[in-house]
């Protein structure tokens, strides 16, 4: 109801942006840096942060950019099973048929990234979303799957995306091995309470508003709800967006937002 109240041409805090209408936070700018240089080496590496912290629309960022005749980015984000599970994932991502035994699985994928990287010249990219499920054996063939020629030739590029918790699983000595390997760690955290008001103007210009309608306590109190983690501050702008048109208000006020931090916790 919200959109007619203050003019909107649509959800200014709706999940679903396209990469290239991203506000460029810190955050963003860095962990986007890193991933080039991942891909410049051809290793391992990893992004962590809380829940709405970003991640996805890291890796998401990261993959729209990628030359589709250059690269071969498999995403998969099923982590709960075990290897056989996860190799299926994979394979299915490839294109591949369904092996029916491990070592069958783990022999056809590699044949793959080989052929992909050597006849059709495309750098295979393999993104696993919510690492921080995976069992422990499935990080270890993880591990195992990047392995060429006794580590001197990386063919394939492999990024582990997952919680907080991720890092300290890592840093356990049962994968030690792996995290040696490791040439690229991120950690995500929110927006600085610098650049809140910034990233409030660029999503209300993208749906047509160029007014400012958050109020500075309002921006305080959204920051101090939020703190500028993205999932839970777009929940919270648009409950407070709500709040403030049910009030027929012209500007979203620190009340609004307080409102809008009763509903999203109910």
């Not at 990287?117 to 696993?128: D, F, N, R, S």
């Not at 000595?173 to 103007?201: C, I």
Request: aromatic share 6%; proline share 4%; net charge positive.
């Amino acid at each position: 109801m919200y959109r007619k109240h203050f003019a909107l041409t649509g959800f200014p805090f709706d999940l679903s942006l396209a990469p290239e209408a991203l506000f460029a936070t810190h955050a963003l700018a860095e962990a986007t840096a890193r991933l080039k240089h991942l891909l410049a080496l051809r290793g391992i590496g990893l992004i962590t942060g809380e829940a709405g912290s970003g991640k996805t629309t890291v890796c998401r960022k990261f993959a729209a950019e990628l030359h589709p005749g250059l690269h071969r980015v498999c995403y998969v984000s099923l982590s709960t099973g075990n290897v056989m599970d996860m190799y299926k994932s994979i394979g299915w991502e490839l294109g591949l048929p369904t092996e029916r035994n491990r070592a069958s699985a783990f022999r056809v994928i590699r044949a793959e990234v080989t052929r992909l990287a050597q006849e059709a010249k495309q750098q295979p990219v393999l993104i696993i979303d919510e690492a921080h499920h995976l069992r422990h054996e499935v990080l270890e063939d993880l591990r195992l799957l990047t392995n060429y020629q006794m580590d001197a030739d990386n063919r394939l590029c492999l990024l582990l995306v997952g919680l907080t918790e991720l890092r300290r699983r890592l840093a356990m000595a049962v994968h030690e091995s792996l995290a040696q390997r490791l040439v690229v760690r991120s950690h995500l955290s929110g927006l600085s309470p610098e650049e809140l008001p910034q990233y409030l103007t660029h999503r209300l210009r993208l749906v047509g508003c160029e007014l400012p309608l958050f109020e500075p306590p309002a921006i305080e109190a959204l920051y101090q709800c939020s703190r500028g983690v993205p999932r839970r501050l777009n929940r919270l702008a648009h409950y407070a967006l709500t709040s403030a048109a049910l009030d027929k208000a012209r500007t979203v006020t620190a009340e609004h937002v307080q409102s809008a931090r009763e509903e999203f916790a109910a």
